[in-house]
């Protein structure tokens, strides 16, 4: 799957910024509080647009403190996923069956130097684990190549039946990064800069894909 992040689009015309990525998989949407992340974007007003304006699934990625009073919103309002941060609360297991309770998919999300083993036993919570490639706050920076291990290392235990998760990367995807990751056993790809950076972010979407299957092909 393809998410491309609206991060990188103009704020000023999501409604057609959204129409420009008809085709992908999910909508990625940063919601950053400048007190998580040193960095603002939007919150549930925006998103509650964004969700009138497009029939893709919304995947809201919230860079937020307090995603235990925040996050159940974003799932009422409609999104599909709501993914919240493992940095950010006490209670991610509380949070998690809040989100799923509100009718969303609930995932979590780890920072590139979190590691990923405390969170093991409680993965089975969630239904996405939401893998930073980047520091979160900004778009347009360089991938992060060892964030790969956690998500080898959970893939090993999708495979095995151990888990059901859609392991999602997020961070400096592009046309020369998407294949490391994709032999890494990610399912789901975010990429901002590298898709509304293009001047046809529809066709960008589809050659993402296309690398992501040539992966999958050539691994059978
Ligand atoms: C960063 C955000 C990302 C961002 C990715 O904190 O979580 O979703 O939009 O941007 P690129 O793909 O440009 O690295
Ligand atoms: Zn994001």
């Known amino acids: 799957m393809?998410?491309?992040s609206i991060l990188s689009a103009d704020f000023a015309n999501l409604a057609s910024e959204l129409k420009a990525i008809e085709g992908s998989d999910w909508v990625h949407v940063d919601v950053m509080d400048?007190?998580?992340?040193?960095?603002l974007t939007l919150g549930l007003p925006v998103v509650q647009s964004i969700l009138k304006a497009t029939d893709i699934p919304v995947d809201c990625h919230l860079m937020i403190e307090n995603p235990e009073r925040w996050a159940p919103g974003y799932a009422e309002a409609g999104a599909y996923n709501v993914t919240f941060h493992a940095e950010a609360t006490?209670?991610?297991i509380a949070v998690a069956r809040d989100i799923r309770a509100a009718g969303a998919k609930a995932g979590l999300s780890v920072k590139p130097n979190t590691p990923i083993e405390p969170y093991l036993e409680i993965?089975?919570?969630?239904?996405t684990l939401l893998v930073m490639s980047v520091e979160p706050g900004f778009?347009?920076?360089s991938f992060i190549a060892h964030v790969l291990d956690k998500a080898k290392q959970v893939r090993r235990l999708v495979d095995a039946?151990?888990?059901r998760l859609v392991v999602e990367i997020d961070g400096g995807i592009n046309m020369d990064t998407i294949?490391?990751?994709a032999e890494a056993g990610v399912d789901c790809f975010v990429a901002g800069s590298a898709v509304y950076g293009t001047a046809d972010p529809a066709a960008t979407v589809e050659a993402?894909?296309?690398?992501?299957?040539?992966v999958e092909r050539s691994a059978v």
């Open 2 to 4: 393809i998410a491309p």
């Open 34 to 39: 400048n007190h998580f992340v040193p960095n």
């Open 90 to 92: 006490d209670n991610p």
């Open 123 to 127: 993965l089975r919570e969630f239904d």
């Open 139 to 141: 778009g347009g920076q």
């Open 161 to 163: 039946g151990e888990l």
């Open 179 to 181: 294949e490391q990751a």
């Open 208 to 214: 993402l894909r296309q690398k992501v299957i040539a």
